[in-house]
């Protein structure tokens, strides 16, 4: 299990001894999530955030972009210094060519699927993806509540994955805490989202550390 925390999360007068702190934890990805008030009903951060996160870790940058015309903007994420770039469906006409362009540019290209948006919209892309993050919340805030049908969505996904012989990783974001992610493994989630969890409590690398315990 990786964990990803999200820095939406934390405090971000202290981002970089945030995002420290949980790497000390175990924390193998930074999570960033990128929405634009259109998309979703919320407004957060842009590139020159990515690049100062860039600047404060060796980790991998997962930028979960939650924004309309998306296609327009993954250059300059990868620009900023993006290792994972995840679209909506819904968000990116001509999905293809923008994952073909991600790889380009040597990022890992990832489709978000919120709660309900089905499977069936990955049948023609999921070849092409590096991974695939099932959304556990309806995007746009933090600090809500799982849900629970989400279990059975991951599952299905890692069954479809496996008889298809892909390697498209898992990626679960919203509402993971102690209380179910030992379950999201367990259903085939690889890769864990936590903002809350992480960096609600004022002690993120102990928080990280315990949520990792909890997963095994």
Do not use: C
């Not at 934390?10 to 930074?30: K, M, T």
């Not at 929405?35 to 600047?55: C, E, L, Q, S, Y």
């Not at 695939?132 to 994955?161: E, H, W």
């Amino acid at each position: 299990m990786i964990l990803a925390p999200s820095i939406l999360s934390a405090d971000f007068g202290r981002l970089a001894d945030e995002i420290a702190a949980a790497e000390r934890g175990g924390a193998g990805l930074v999570h960033v999530d990128v929405m634009d008030g259109h998309f979703v009903p919320n407004i957060t951060v842009g590139p020159p955030v990515v690049k100062a996160v860039r600047k404060a870790t060796a980790l991998p940058i997962d930028v979960h972009l939650m924004i309309e015309n998306a296609d327009r903007y993954v250059d300059a994420f990868a620009d900023a210094g993006a290792s994972w770039v995840s679209l909506h469906v819904e968000a990116v006409p001509h999905l293809e060519r923008t994952v073909a362009r991600l790889r380009e540019r040597g990022v890992r290209p990832g489709v978000a699927l919120n709660p309900a948006t089905p499977l069936s919209s990955l049948e023609e892309i999921l070849p092409a993806l590096g991974y695939v993050l099932v959304m556990s919340v309806n995007p746009g805030f933090s600090g809500q509540r799982f849900i629970p049908a989400s279990l059975d969505k991951v599952r299905r996904l890692r069954a479809q994955i496996q008889a298809r012989g892909l390697s498209a990783v898992i990626e679960v974001d919203g509402g993971v805490d102690a209380s179910n992610i030992k379950a999201l493994g367990e259903a085939g989630a690889e890769v864990v989202v936590a903002g809350n969890a992480v960096y609600g409590g004022g002690d993120p690398e102990g928080a990280a550390r315990r949520l990792l315990e909890a997963a095994r």
